[in-house]
């Protein structure tokens, strides 16, 4: 295993189009985060699963965000129709258990521009 | 409002000096704290983190202090080197309330000078 994967590692898209990323995480990592990060900023958490459950969302998780985790194993995030402010570096992230103290181990990222 | 707070956008230091990154914050409620380390077109590296009932933790070259009273905690790298060269990211969290989401400074870039 080799760490945590996204794909696409970068994607294009025209404003109103919709985008799904998906996410691989540590084989045996029962919980996935799904953060953003925009330039000059630090990652935003957005939304969290332990197992297939989806525990934890993020106020900035608008309507037009949706995240599964089916089986509990990879991770989609699909943004619909959409916006220019969308534009951003999507992270997913891993960890066995409680992320402390231990942190838990980030993807490269999925780069997403709105055009 | 910012919870966590990284002051310093950038940082300079000479190679073999002490390099000392600062993060503060406003939550008396984190009790967990975490530096991430930030190579570009690379995700966060975990580096080190500290819980809130101590006041130092060091992993080799790096030592993160924890200072309650006056909510602000500081990583020191010793001695610094070129290979450290990165954004630094102090994060935060309330595990009881938030099961492991990290609050997230905004970064402080380390250039490390050979």
């Known amino acids: 295993d080799t760490g945590v994967s996204q794909n696409p590692r970068h994607k294009i898209t025209k404003r109103g189009q919709n985008v799904t990323f998906r996410c691989d995480p540590i084989s045996e990592h029962n919980r996935l985060y799904w953060y953003r990060q925009t330039l000059g900023q630090g990652p935003e958490f957005l939304t969290y699963?332990?197992?297939?459950?989806?525990?934890?969302k993020s106020r900035l998780l608008s309507d037009r965000f949706s995240a599964e985790r089916p089986k509990g194993s990879f991770s989609t995030l699909e943004i619909q129709r959409t916006e220019q402010g969308d534009s951003a570096m999507y992270l997913c992230a891993s960890s066995l258990g409680d992320p402390f103290p231990y942190g838990y181990t980030f993807g490269s990222g999925t780069r997403l521009t709105v055009v | 409002d910012q919870q966590v707070k990284q002051n310093s956008p950038s940082l300079s230091v000479q190679e073999g000096r002490i390099s000392i990154l600062n993060c503060d914050y406003t939550?008396?409620?984190?009790?967990?704290f975490l530096w991430y380390k930030k190579y570009p077109a690379e995700g966060p590296t975990f580096l080190i983190s500290?819980?809130?009932?101590?006041d130092k933790n060091e992993d080799g070259r790096f030592t993160v202090f924890l200072n309650k009273s006056a909510k602000h905690l500081s990583l020191h790298i010793v001695p610094s080197q070129p290979g450290d060269s990165a954004v630094y990211f102090c994060?935060?969290?309330?595990?009881?309330?938030?099961?492991?989401?990290?609050?997230f400074g905004k970064g402080t870039k380390l250039s490390v000078k050979p």
């Open positions: 939550n008396s409620m984190f009790d967990y």
């Open positions: 699963f332990q197992n297939e459950a989806q525990l934890e």
């Open positions: 500290i819980s809130s009932i101590k």
């Open positions: 994060a935060a969290s309330d595990v009881g309330g938030s099961q492991g989401n990290l609050i």
